[in-house]
């Protein structure tokens, strides 16, 4: 059911240095029935290690995924706000991606369609991959094409060669739940146009040190990204991040923006410069971090490097 990680799950380095633990828990989102709950016998260890070569920060010991995902219900939020934020986004990512009417685009773990949805109502060809076979139902029935099946190299090059390559490959707050991410971002790379983006959604590792947001770490989020451990995955899968933006959902998240990196046409922004260079194990575009007061807990979760944030 567990199994404690000897090295890396993105660069395979074994230089891992345990920076929390959280002692045994049960599965975070393992809802149990009245009747179920006496006999629940769950309780599995949930340590976070820094991985010293790329950066990544991840759980040290992980649950098999069949385990983690047999009751997985989560159905992607339909509130005013939510429905707002993505018709605001998928304004913004047209407009970045230069997109107009039968642009391709596609999300992986796309959920019931909400997101896509907003790119079918301006006119472009959309598709979902989606391995939740109930939940692709629902976004079938809303008439958002969805492929039944989990994202990876061999499963892009089978969508690639039957739908052809997308100008806009996109996956909201999936990264963490992905155990193989060299596999996951080398299939993005797959997918996309020679001139095309790939856009991605995830919490930012330095506002969960920032605000002790503990409470996000559990056994269904195998890695806290970074600006940086994020670059050095898209790179070594020949991807550049030209850009990001700060988004204040989930407790503060980044979006990144990549391209091939033999795609020039697309200039880095300076907001992927942190002036703090790959010295630094965290970074957040644009500006200095807010509150001094909270820096000590970042150089205690961090360890004895002397992190510090990119201004
Ligand atoms: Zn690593």
């Avoid at 393992?30 to 759980?59: G, H, M, N, W």
């Amino acid at each position: 059911m567990i199994h404690e990680r000897s090295h890396c799950r993105t660069c395979g380095s074994k230089n891992l240095t345990l920076i929390l633990d959280l002692g045994k828990t049960a599965l975070a989102n393992d809802f149990l029935t009245p009747e179920e709950a006496p006999s629940y016998k769950i309780s599995l260890p949930l340590r976070v290690v820094l991985c010293r070569d790329c950066s990544l920060v991840q759980l040290a010991d992980t649950v098999d995924p069949k385990v983690l995902y047999s009751r997985y219900a989560y159905i992607t939020s339909t509130s005013k706000t939510m429905d707002a934020h993505l018709s605001e986004q998928a304004a913004h990512l047209l407009q970045t991606g230069n997109l107009g009417k039968g642009a391709k685009v596609l999300e992986i773990a796309s959920n019931t369609g909400v997101f896509l949805k907003k790119f079918k109502e301006r006119g472009c060809e959309v598709l979902g991959v989606e391995p939740a076979a109930n939940i692709a139902s629902v976004a079938r029935e809303r008439g958002i094409r969805t492929e039944v099946c989990f994202h990876g190299r061999d499963t892009a090059a089978r969508i690639a060669a039957q739908y052809g390559k997308a100008d806009l490959v996109a996956g909201n707050n999936v990264l963490a739940h992905v155990p193989d991410i060299n596999d996951f971002v080398g299939g993005m790379k797959i997918l996309l146009k020679p001139g095309g983006v790939i856009t991605m959604e995830f919490p930012h590792l330095m506002r969960l040190i920032d605000e002790n947001q503990w409470d996000t770490i559990y056994h269904e989020h195998f890695s806290y990204f970074s600006l940086i451990a994020v670059e050095k995955i898209f790179a070594a899968h020949g991807l550049t991040l030209f850009d990001v933006d700060e988004l204040p959902t989930h407790g503060g998240s980044l979006r990144i923006y990549a391209r091939h990196a033999e795609n020039s046409s697309r200039p880095i922004s300076q907001r992927c410069r942190p002036s703090g260079g790959h010295t630094c194990l965290i970074s957040r575009p644009g500006r200095r971090q807010k509150s001094p007061a909270s820096k000590p807990k970042g150089q205690f979760l961090l360890g004895s490097r002397s992190p510090r944030t990119a201004g």
